[in-house]
């Protein structure tokens, strides 16, 4: 008897989670989570020809079996500043204002966000160098021993053709974080033998890939 009330009692605490929490598995239909790319982009304010400057936004989906999709045309898309940019249904931004809005696509209750900024200039291209003092690094890459740590620096150039170090504001990052590590402000560290690509991406520009090769 008693280990009936046992398993009546389990048997109502589950259906009570399941009413609570509505589903406890994700099918291979449902939407699983949501991602808008590019991330953090910036846009002038005017194209050379004087019309508004815009910005096309794609929101994909990944589903329950893993499966991704371009959702951006069932998406729902909001700017938090219209006054700054606005965003119309298929995530096309257009410029109002110099500042800076939050982009969020919306599917049902999941949702991502990003940060669109609109000002004079904007970064066109990113460039990584060596930092002073870093063994074993060229333009053309890095040859390094294991444990070694390197500094990287990146170089924004402006649509006004201006260049501004950009090592701190920029997000850095690496292809095989078993060979190499990277961190917010450049630095590199040899972990293991192999290779791996650090890039750097400033305003939506991303540098092309600065190739280190850890020989043991």
Do not use: E, Y
Not at 72 to 90: E, F, H, K, Q, Y
Not at 172 to 179: E, L, Q
Not at 185 to 198: L, R
């Amino acid at each position: 008897m008693g280990n009936r009330r046992f398993k009546l009692a389990a048997a109502f605490t589950f259906l009570g989670l399941a009413v609570g929490c509505g589903k406890f598995f994700i099918s291979s239909h449902d939407l699983a989570a949501i991602a808008i790319s590019p991330s953090n982009p910036a846009i002038t304010l005017q194209t050379s020809s004087g019309q508004a400057s815009t910005q096309q936004f794609t929101a994909t989906g990944t589903f329950g079996d893993l499966s991704t999709k371009d959702v951006s045309s069932t998406a729902t898309w909001t700017s938090s500043s219209p006054t700054v940019a606005t965003i119309n249904g298929t995530g096309l931004a257009t410029a109002v204002n110099l500042g800076t809005t939050t982009i969020t696509a919306s599917s049902g209750n999941l949702n991502a966000s990003t940060i669109l900024t609109v000002s004079n200039t904007v970064a066109t291209a990113i460039a990584i160098s060596c930092g002073s003092g870093s063994i074993g690094c060229t333009t053309g890459g890095a040859n390094l021993t294991t444990g070694t740590v390197i500094n990287l620096v990146a170089t924004a150039t402006f649509s006004n053709n201006t260049t501004q170090t950009v090592t701190t504001s920029a997000t850095w990052a690496t292809s095989n974080a078993t060979v190499a590590t990277v961190n917010s402000a450049g630095q590199v560290t040899a972990v293991s033998a192999g290779s791996a690509n650090i890039t750097a991406t400033f305003q939506g520009a991303t540098s092309p890939a600065f190739s280190v090769s850890v020989i043991f």
